[in-house]
């Protein structure tokens, strides 16, 4: 089984900075392609930006473009998530995700979620 934790999470001023990072307890990382989803109260889940495998590609929702930035690095088992230039409306909790991608794992395309880190941007 695959577990995920967060941390980086906090209060920060508009227009500040935070690195969210999340820390995988599997076999082999790069097996995985992994994801920073959030959740504002009463709002949707939304994928806030992924990245493959290797990191070699990343996407990310249009209302953090520029201004977050995902990576990896599968020797330690971690994901980041760099957010700069913070606005309220980015007030959430975030999650980290991680998705098999390994071919002959029984758990292919199997979904995996940390519990949260809380962002809170206000002044």
């Known amino acids: 089984q695959v577990q995920l934790v967060e941390s980086g999470g906090g209060l920060v001023q508009p227009g500040g900075s935070l690195r969210l990072s999340c820390a995988a307890s599997?076999?082999?990382?790069?097996?995985?392609?992994a994801n920073w989803y959030r959740q504002a109260p009463g709002k949707e889940r939304e994928l806030v930006a992924g990245?493959?495998?290797?990191?070699?590609?990343?996407n990310y929702a249009d209302s953090v473009k520029g201004r977050f930035t995902i990576s990896r690095d599968n020797a330690k088992n971690t994901v980041t998530l760099q957010m700069n230039s913070l606005k309220p409306e980015d007030t959430a909790v975030y999650y980290c995700?991680?998705?098999?991608?390994?071919?002959?794992?029984?758990?292919?395309?199997?979904?995996?979620w940390g519990k949260g880190t809380l962002v809170t941007v206000s002044s």
């Open positions: 599997v076999f082999t990382f790069s097996n995985y392609a």
């Open positions: 995700n991680a998705v098999d991608k390994s071919p002959i794992s029984a758990y292919y395309g199997q979904n995996y």
């Open positions: 990245i493959t495998l290797f990191g070699s590609s990343t």
